[in-house]
Nanobody, 124 residues
Framework: QLQLVESGGGLVQTGESLRLSCAAS????????IGWFRQAPGKEREGVAS????????DYADSVKGRFTISKDNAKNTVYLQMNSLEREDTAIYYC?????????????????WGQGIRVTSSP
């Protein structure tokens, strides 16, 4: 069974950091693109970051560039999202998702499998 499981969320103060993990089971990350998305209260889901199948290239939303870093560890079959300098506006449910292909993209419609999501709250 194909599955993506997010972990690492929680409550932090603004300016602090969190690292989210997305662990895959039932398939290997060597052959897919992984993206992180988020949905804030009262807003539509938006793309945050993506990493190519090779792990060489990445794509970020403008709102997180310079603060968030996506990476993957094929040996652990896990993708990470390092989030630094968290702002109140980063508060959301964060989802990881996978898509067939090679190119990193934060276009949500291109993704096939989704995790259940994990809550991140950044508060002053």
């Amino acid at each position: 069974q194909l599955q993506l499981v997010e972990s690492g969320g929680g409550l932090v103060q603004t300016g602090e950091s969190l690292r989210l993990s997305c662990a895959a089971s039932g398939f290997t990350l060597d052959y897919v693109v992984i993206g992180w998305f988020r949905q804030a209260p009262g807003k539509e889901r938006e793309g945050v970051a993506s990493i190519s199948r090779s792990g060489v290239t990445t794509d970020y939303a403008d709102s997180v560039k310079g603060r968030f870093t996506i990476s993957k560890d094929n040996a652990k079959n896990t993708v990470y999202l390092q989030m630094n300098s968290l702002e109140r506006e980063d508060t959301a449910i964060y989802y990881c998702a996978s898509r067939a292909g090679a190119k990193a993209t934060v276009r949500e419609s291109l993704y096939d499998y989704w995790g259940q999501g994990i809550r991140v709250t950044s508060s002053p």
